[in-house]
């Protein structure tokens, strides 16, 4: 197979995928979250309640479509940053532009929607959770230690933290700011070392 079929076949689920998510959203906002099922979405994108199922695993994971892209890219800035590029600031960058987006044009009308569901609520609780883990695990991997420690969880928990919290805020990204200089000032006085040391977290490579 040549690199562009399979480029081909990735856009175009890239595509379907989109397609569904866009599909789903304007119903749910249209409609009401709870109103709307997933043959519903189905219909309204032309696609097969089998194959919206092989791009979203659930009806909640319809509202959260970059759910996947959301913790590639803490995961990717804590450990693709520049070799001497402390954590905080690299995590405090992409914290900003995550904000950016969750605050845009249109962003308050599904910010509503979820805060009125139990339900999206719950799973939106459960994914940031696991993304705090899998940022945990990549801050630890980034220091050579075997697992995440609990000083690597506590700081990646905060940073997922900052971003519900600056989401909410009059300010965003001043909260960001305010979030994070409290983030650094714990980092610093925790942060662990392959040796076992606690570590302020210097410009070493990856570290």
Known sequence: MTVSTTGRRERKKAATRQKIADAALGLFLERGYDA???????????????????????KEALVFERDQ???????????????HEPLVPALRREIHALVRHCTGEGAAPIRR???ASPALREY??????RHAESLA?????????????TACRAIARFVIDAYSLAREAADPQAAVDEVFRMIEA??????????????????RPRA
Do not use: K, Y
């Not at 590639?72 to 520049?82: E, F, N, P, S, Y």
């Not at 939106?124 to 959770?129: A, F, R």
């Open 36 to 58: 709307v099922g997933i043959r519903d979405v189905a219909a309204e994108a032309d696609v097969a309640v089998t194959t919206l199922f092989s791009h979203f695993a659930s």
């Open 69 to 83: 892209d959301f913790g590639q890219r803490l995961t990717q800035a804590a450990t693709g940053r520049a070799p």
């Open 113 to 115: 929607m979820i805060d």
């Open 124 to 129: 939106e609780e459960s994914m940031h959770l």
């Open 137 to 149: 695990t990549a801050i630890a991997a980034g220091l050579g230690l075997p697992q995440s420690t």
């Open 186 to 203: 714990a980092w610093e006085v925790t942060r662990p070392s392959a040796s076992g040391r606690q570590e302020p977290d210097g410009p």
